[in-house]
């Protein structure tokens, strides 16, 4: 096995719906919100993880290939393809090479040297300087305070008001991972199924409450513009 190249992806993360990743805030302030985003701790700009974005491409990309069942929902390892076959297992091997996956009990040499090391790199994604000039010019702020409440079904009452911090829709990310190629294999198109995935469901918390839909613009590998490729793919 052998690295033959090293494919450099970048594009714009666009917010359609504010988004929500928690910082872990635990301190608590008068008339503050309850529930604040990570930021970056110099800037105090709010930024996406790059294992964010990896953790749900993954756990979407499992469930595509219909092997939460086999695994109990953890996630997909080296052992659990002994219980695949067919289409499955190519699917499987495959994620593991995108992924990655520890080795656990006696490791199987032929397998771990078949499937290889990780090839994807996600980067942590930072505000697009470009649209935090927009936002200053207009003396706008780069998070938003959303209020919320459980309503009585039979008194018709708010209750429960909290408040959560999120980055507004129309918020533009900088994206970038690398992917590595071993010989003349070609994992892009499990790669951008990933990425069709995430369009479709979404990233960060309370997205049945309609938080953290986007979008992939100006998405690119090399000289390819990716953005025709994602539009193609269809789950209907």
Not at 76 to 91: T, W
Request: proline share 5%.
């Amino acid at each position: 096995m052998q690295l033959t190249q090293i494919r450099k992806m970048t594009g714009l993360l666009e917010l359609v719906s504010g988004l929500h990743i928690g910082g872990g805030n635990t301190e608590m302030h008068i008339g503050g919100t309850d529930n604040a985003v990570i930021k970056n701790p110099v800037t105090n700009q709010p930024y996406i993880p790059g294992s964010s974005i990896k953790g749900k491409m993954r756990s979407l990309l499992e469930w595509h290939a219909g092997v939460v069942g086999i695994t109990n929902g953890k996630p997909l390892g080296f052992r659990h393809l002994a219980e695949l076959d067919g289409h499955q297992l190519q699917r499987g091997k495959a994620l593991l090479r995108l992924f990655g996956g520890a080795p656990e009990g006696e490791p199987d040499e032929a397998l771990l040297r078949e499937i290889g090391p990780t090839r994807l790199a996600f980067w942590d994604c930072n505000l697009d300087p470009a649209w935090v000039t927009e936002m200053e010019s207009r003396n706008l702020l780069l998070t938003e305070q959303k209020t919320e409440n459980a309503i009585d079904r039979i008194a018709g009452v708010a209750e429960n008001p909290r408040n959560t911090e999120r980055v507004p829709a129309g918020a533009r990310f900088d994206f970038q991972l690398t992917l590595k190629v071993h010989g003349g294999e070609d994992l892009l198109e499990e790669l951008l199924l990933g990425f069709k995935l995430l369009e479709l469901t979404g990233l960060g918390g309370s997205g049945s409450r309609g938080y953290g839909k986007l979008r992939f613009q100006d998405l690119t590998i090399g000289d390819e513009d990716l953005r025709p490729r994602l539009d193609q793919l269809s789950f209907d």
